[in-house]
């Protein structure tokens, strides 16, 4: 095969990774979106094969099996996922992307350093810093997105770690790492590579430790731009446009959302990243022992059953109960009677960006009655009963009173304005964030204690025995 | 125009496509899109093949192949979970009303 038949089979791919996210930013066309992506990269794998200076392709079978492992490895996975675990499994994805990206540019880097020291050339500049650039970034969004994952399945702990001495540890491997950059730059070595490769790594965890849960989607986001950028890098030192384009894609694309996110949690991108570390401890853990008003399913049932509008508002709690199509039953109920139902999205209700819209798209919630948190704000003082399923943290008005407070600042769902609150919650434990909730003290708030599937199968017998 | 200079310009083009294509997306689909993006860096997989069919020694080899697998999980799973996702979001009408309005009194 020619060289401009390869790039010209190349650039088709990646006309087909701008018309995958063309269409997955719309929901009519995201699923043909999606499927015109994996086209280009199946497209663009096969051809590899039959392109090189020697064909087959030296070490082939080996390649081939390689690959078949990641497939045994990869499809199970992602189809076994339960929808809860989505966005974990999303973060170890793009962190063995990152990983790949990094090892991709260190073999090149090596055979470079070869071919250098045999011919007594060097390795041109440009190359070396983007493959430092690659080692770096790769391996930083490797480990960072391991750990990522770990929060995520709450194999560590979900608050933010904080040890004394963080930032200087921080800035300290920070220095660390541009020095050793300097040395692969001058040295061009094995040695060099792996060390800056080891500082990377720790680098990665010790940048996702401090951030905390309810920061989480915000990190994903990021380190999935960080992906993106070290694949175009590797593209650059492999001479391999489609990586460019692919990567910068996607580099723009979580750049974009990591933006949003960052909006709408009311922070700035630092803020979010750097914000534990200057957070005091605020008072986690303090139990609070004022009285909460606790009702039955029946008690909630007939608060239902006389409204004219609820707002449903969910979290990651209705996502852990898997109680997405038990809420959509007791939404069919009440518009059943004549009650006007809506679902109020926070944007980073749930664990990563959109989490709710997904899982309740899996209950065939039909998507125009999701209503996005700046639509639905001003409807809340219309609204009699508001149901907070699972959620705590983008419902806590702390975000606006308390200053200083890990959410202050953060936009919130304004259900405290609505006639009647309900809390679907399994205890009084505080939400992701760790913070207290004043709304779960207010006169107008009941409290239905209990899985939230449970709890909801209970209500909607009571609503249908009325 | 040398190579190098050609390749910075496709990636200051690509930047600008990127934002272009993804700047209107409605929070929605955030989590498919970043999804799917996820998935379209997997072509990394592309490079480490062409590594590992150059790799000269059993160090450079242990890497490359390491990053084929690495690489294949995060396309392959990556396309897959994202359609899996998607397929949820299928156009749909209102949600059957009939089947339920039946048990209520």
Not at chain 1, 106 to 112: H, S
Not at chain 1, 387 to 405: E, M, R, S, W
Request: net charge neutral; hydrophobic share 50%; charged share 15%.
């Amino acid at each position: 095969m020619s060289r401009d038949l390869y790039d010209l089979i190349g650039l088709v791919a990646a006309a087909c990774f701008i018309l995958a996210l063309k269409g997955l930013s719309h929901p009519k066309t995201a699923r043909r979106g999606n499927l015109i992506g994996a086209a280009g990269a199946t497209i663009a794998t096969l051809v590899v094969f039959f392109y090189g200076d020697q064909l087959p392709l030296k070490n082939l079978p080996l390649i081939l099996g390689a690959i078949v492992l990641g497939l045994v490895i990869g499809v199970p996975a992602a189809r076994k996922v339960q929808l809860t675990q989505m966005p974990q499994l999303v973060a170890l994805f793009n962190g063995v992307g990152g990983g790949a990206a990094a090892l991709v540019a260190i073999v090149e880097y090596l055979k470079l350093g070869e071919e250098a020291a045999e011919k007594g050339g060097a390795i041109g500049a440009a190359i070396l810093i983007a493959t430092i650039f690659t080692v770096v970034v790769g391996t930083t969004s490797f480990t960072g997105s391991i750990v990522t994952f770990l929060k995520l399945q709450e194999l560590m702990t979900t608050r933010p770690v904080i040890f004394p001495g963080g930032r200087f540890v921080i800035a300290g491997n920070l220095v660390a790492i541009l020095l050793c950059s300097g040395w692969v730059y001058a040295a061009a070595d094995t040695t060099s590579v792996l060390v800056l490769m080891g500082l990377s790594a720790l680098f990665g965890i010790l940048f996702v430790l401090p951030v905390g849960g309810a920061d989480v989607p915000i990190v994903i986001s990021l380190l999935n731009a960080f992906t993106g950028l070290t694949v175009a890098a590797s593209g650059y030192v492999l001479e391999a446009t489609l990586l460019i384009v692919a990567g910068t894609l996607v580099g723009a694309s979580g750049t974009i959302l990591t933006r949003l996110m960052a909006e709408a949690m009311g922070r700035s991108l630092f803020g979010t990243l750097f914000g534990a570390f200057t957070a005091t401890a605020t008072a986690a853990g303090a139990t609070d022992t004022r009285p909460v008003k606790s009702g039955s399913a029946e008690d909630v049932a007939i608060l239902l059953n006389y409204a004219r509008r609820v707002v449903i508002v969910p979290g990651f709690g209705l996502a852990v109960a898997q109680a997405q199509h038990t809420v959509r039953e007791l939404a069919d109920l009440l518009t059943a009677k004549g009650i006007d139902v809506a679902y109020g999205i926070h944007p980073v209700a749930g664990r990563m960006p959109g989490h709710m819209n997904v899982l309740l798209a899996e209950a065939n919630v039909p998507y125009d009655q999701l209503v996005e948190m700046d639509e639905i704000n001003p409807t809340f003082p219309q609204t009699d009963v508001s149901i907070v399923i699972g959620a705590n943290d983008v419902v806590n008005p702390a975000a606006k009173t308390t200053p200083g407070c890990p959410i202050y600042g953060m936009p919130i769902l304004d259900v405290q304005q609505s006639g009647n609150i309900i809390f679907l919650k399994r205890s009084m434990r505080p939400g992701f964030a760790g913070i207290e909730n004043e709304l779960l003290y207010d006169p107008k708030t009941t409290l239905l204690f209990g899985d939230a599937k449970a709890s909801l199968t209970k209500v909607v017998g009571a609503l249908k025995s009325l | 125009m040398s190579s190098g200079l050609a390749l910075i310009s496709i990636f200051v083009l690509a930047v600008f496509v990127g934002f272009e294509v993804v700047s209107k997306v409605s929070s929605t689909l955030h989590t498919p899109l970043m999804s799917g993006a996820n998935a379209i860096h997997g072509v990394i997989l592309v490079g480490a093949i062409i590594v590992a069919s150059h790799s000269e020694n059993s160090l450079q080899l242990t890497l490359s192949l390491l990053a084929i697998v690495l690489a294949t999980i995060n396309m392959v799973g990556g396309f897959v979970v994202t359609d899996r996702m998607l397929e949820m979001f299928k156009p749909k009408k209102r949600p059957s009303d009939s089947d339920k309005s039946g048990e209520v009194k």
